[in-house]
């Protein structure tokens, strides 16, 4: 297998910063091995759905911008502006769309809570992640300064929208918030408040006009299902068509769920403080009462039954109200629309005790689903895409015809691996699989929608690998190399919007930075390899994807699977054509020819290769430039390049020329 590593190899990968030996560098090609071509036409790609692929938008380049913690460091809240050298990092990697205010760790944001003046904002709950699941966090870097950071380099932003702490007309109200106008002329389009007026009393009389809004985030993990069904049949068809579903202590994926809260804080359960007019909350709104499902739409797991609270491990009882009742009433009233029980004052309902443990056991509901939630918002702006969240083949199906503009598809990976180049080659395997995903969802989408201009699009609103190991696995060269293959497929499969994760994060507890995201860490923000390979990707923005083929192409060996050397995407855009060659063999250079039989190759040739030491090099403060671009000019021969693609690299070579056509 050409994939085992050297003694050698192993010992260099450890080590950050150290010069390639001559050996990695520009290893002997294998005897007896066909000679490599790289073919580019000038005909557009086409999916296998039929679909001819678009433009290569500039939203191929995106990122999950979290909204806790000043943005993870990304913003400056004393300043009330971008962090230093956030802004001039993001242009160099031509970071172009946001997914605000984030993935799991978004999945209970409320806008109204994160705009107005800062000592008005009111705190958030994490829905997981990051910042703990269900804990209290912040609301600093709120909708409009996201829209701030956005201008400042010239990019858009993409809307997560909760799928569980809000209605419909709520997720509507998002909307106008972000995109109605603001003219005085009470031409409220969702009625209520006027948002498209609150939004300029804030500071921004024009609209935002964001165009791309996703329902929910990962709702099919059972680690995410809040208030659904643990059941994933049932969830689908809540998720769609929204229902009710009893919250009880048994839920496996989530503790103290039977437990009663304070304020943002759904983690910590109370208890009786002995005071008077004693107020909690149930962890997911609205509380259903017996009665309201009758005629109700949505999936229920059974009938709507009472709720059953207890104190001190004694059921207490419900009722209308708390006034006229006696002093020693067990008694307690329900708030159900913001999930409120309210007890007595000692004179009119009993005081639960100091200590005393508080449970119930309710039913959360009626809520509404994605066809409810598409229906309100795009009456706010028709023009709006809202993209489902469910981003896997059960949605397509349990949908059919039923319109949805676009899918929202997580693309990742988890390789097994029991050494360094071991789960290097299954994570390069795992880059057909995650094409073959994409494939299959634009098949689904075709047999149902066989028009292409009434097909939904298809966004990647998150991609990468899960479960690797520290330290920062997601910042070796390893993973560029994946994620340089991911975006290719992306390409061809003509993905409208894609998000990598993350812009940033925070240092950790002991202080040492993250460089695991696209610019590591606060204060000292820098390149990775990431965001090196995806600004080389930001320059095919605009450009037609157009055929290449590879022959002669090294077959590499892994555990899990075989894979070809070279990954090759193009794009072709005014006269100018763009080749991006993924070299995936960890210890050879690939020599290779490069044709554009139509008209040859005419002129030099610009080369950019991001490349590094050794699969296992990393960007950090203390060695920001183990991985790098380096540019040349090379010079063709009788209508050909011939290029040396050195081991474990990305290059992009641009031709220019006269006549181009690029399919059109």
């Known amino acids: 297998m050409r994939l085992l590593a050297t003694a ?3 010992a260099l990968a450890g080590v950050a910063g ?3 030996s001559p050996a990695l560098a520009r290893p002997a090609s294998q005897a007896g091995a066909a000679p490599t071509r790289i073919t580019v036409s000038q005909e557009r790609y086409v999916t296998t759905d039929g679909r001819q692929v678009g433009k290569v938008p500039a939203a191929i380049v995106g990122a999950n911008q979290r909204w806790p913690d000043d943005g993870k460091g990304i913003w400056n809240s004393a300043a009330g502006r971008p962090a230093d050298g956030i802004v001039r990092l993001s242009k160099q990697a031509g970071l172009d769309m946001l997914r605000y205010p984030g993935g799991t760790v978004a999945n209970l944001f409320d806008f109204r809570r994160a705009i107005g003046p800062q000592s008005r904002r009111k705190c958030q709950t994490s829905g997981g992640f990051a910042n703990g699941r269900f804990a209290s966090t912040d609301s600093r870097f709120g909708p409009d300064e996201n829209e701030k950071y956005v201008h400042s380099i010239g990019g858009e932003t993409m809307m997560m929208v909760s799928a569980i702490n809000q209605s419909a007309a709520g997720a509507a109200d998002f909307v106008e918030y972000m995109n109605a106008p603001a003219d005085g002329k009470a031409t409220n389009p969702n009625g209520g408040v006027d948002w498209g007026d609150v939004r300029a009393r804030n500071g921004h009389p024009k609209p935002y006009g964001i165009h791309y809004w996703e329902f929910g985030n990962e709702p099919y993990l059972v680690g995410q299902h809040y208030w659904w069904s643990g059941e994933a049949a049932a969830r689908l068809q809540q998720f769609i068509e929204g229902g009710w579903q009893r919250q009880t202590a048994k839920d496996a994926a989530y503790q103290a769920n039977d ?16 005071a008077p007019n004693q107020e909690y909350r149930v962890r997911f709104a609205p509380i259903a009462l017996p009665g309201d499902d009758e005629g109700a739409a949505g999936v229920g797991d059974g009938p709507i039954t009472e709720p059953v609270l207890r104190v001190a491990g004694s059921p207490w009882q419900r009722v209308a109200t708390l006034a006229g009742q006696a002093p020693d009433a067990h008694v307690y009233a329900v708030d159900k629309v913001d999930g409120i029980i309210h007890f007595g004052d000692g004179n009119h309902g009993a005081v639960p005790p100091a200590g005393a443990s508080l449970s119930i056991e309710y039913t959360s509901g009626v809520h509404q689903g994605y066809v409810a939630f598409r229906k309100a918002m795009k009456s706010v702006d028709p023009s709006i895409e809202v993209c489902s969240g469910w981003g896997r083949p059960e949605f397509v199906e349990a949908m059919g015809s039923r319109p949805y503009d676009c899918l929202g598809t997580h693309s990742y990976s988890t390789p097994p691996a029991d050494g360094t180049l071991t789960r290097y080659g299954n994570l390069q395997v795992a880059t057909a699989k995650r094409d073959a995903d994409l494939r299959d969802l634009r098949d689904r989408m075709a047999r149902y929608f066989p028009d292409t201009a009434t097909r939904p699009d298809l966004l990647v609103t998150e991609y990468g690998t899960l479960n690797t190991p520290a330290p920062a696995y997601e910042a070796r060269l390893a993973h560029v190399l994946y994620l340089a293959a991911q975006v290719a497929g992306q390409m061809e499969n003509d993905v409208r919007v894609s998000i990598n994760s993350n812009t940033a994060d925070l240092p950790s507890d002991d202080g040492s930075p993250d460089p695991a995201n696209l610019f ?9 390899g990431r965001a090196d390979m995806l600004g080389l990707y930001a320059t095919m923005a605009g450009g037609h994807v157009v055929k290449s083929t590879v022959t002669g192409n090294p077959v590499l060996t892994a555990p899990a699977g075989t894979y070809p050397a070279l990954r090759v995407v193009s794009a072709c855009a005014g006269g100018v054509i763009r080749t991006m060659v993924v070299n995936r063999d960890a210890e050879h250079a690939v020599s290779a020819d490069v044709a554009l039989p139509s008209e040859g ?11 590094g030491a050794s699969v296992e090099s990393n960007n ?5 430039h183990d991985i790098s671009v380096r540019t040349s000019r090379e010079k063709a021969g009788h209508g050909v390049l011939s290029h040396e693609f050195e081991p474990h690299s990305v290059t992009l070579l641009r031709f220019t020329g006269h006549g181009r056509t690029c399919g059109s």
């Open 520 to 528: 590591g860490s606060p204060p000292g923000f820098l390149m990775t």
């Open 18 to 20: 150290l010069p390639p």
């Open 259 to 274: 437990g009663l809260f304070l304020g943002c804080d759904l983690a910590t359960r109370r208890q009786g403080t002995g």
């Open 601 to 611: 190759v005419t002129g030099p040739v610009s080369v950019s290769t991001v490349n």
């Open 620 to 624: 950090a403060p203390d060695h920001p």
């Open 8 to 10: 050698g190899l192993i």
